[in-house]
């Protein structure tokens, strides 16, 4: 299934969450917290600005990114987890 965001948001496709703690634990899946980071599979075309343009995104496709922990809406497409947000939730881009 194809998506495309809207506006000035974004897809991430979340990171998969720690199932072992640094020491050795191993956590159930109750237990796990929700990552915080994912990489970007869609952009949308950019907030559309008073005088009709559109302002130009500072993410792309492919970006590793983090977001604050309670932003944006969280969806399933095709069984995979992601998570719709506006490029002002995302709080870092990972560099390589």
Excluded: C, F, N
């Excluded at 000035?8 to 899946?29: H, M, N, Y």
């Excluded at 994912?38 to 009709?52: N, Y």
């Excluded at 604050?68 to 998570?83: L, M």
Aim: avoid cysteine.
């Amino acid at each position: 299934m194809a998506v495309k965001p809207l506006e000035d948001r974004v897809l991430v496709k979340q990171s998969k969450a720690e199932e072992v703690t640094a020491g050795g634990i191993v956590l159930p899946d109750t237990a796990q917290e929700k990552p915080q980071r994912g990489t970007i599979v869609a952009v949308g075309p950019g907030k559309l600005l008073d005088s009709g343009k559109r302002s130009e995104m500072s993410l792309k496709k492919g970006d590793e990114v983090y977001y604050a922990k309670y932003a944006g809406t969280e969806v399933k497409i095709d069984g995979e987890d992601y998570v719709i947000l506006r490029e002002s939730d995302v709080l870092a881009v990972v560099e390589k």
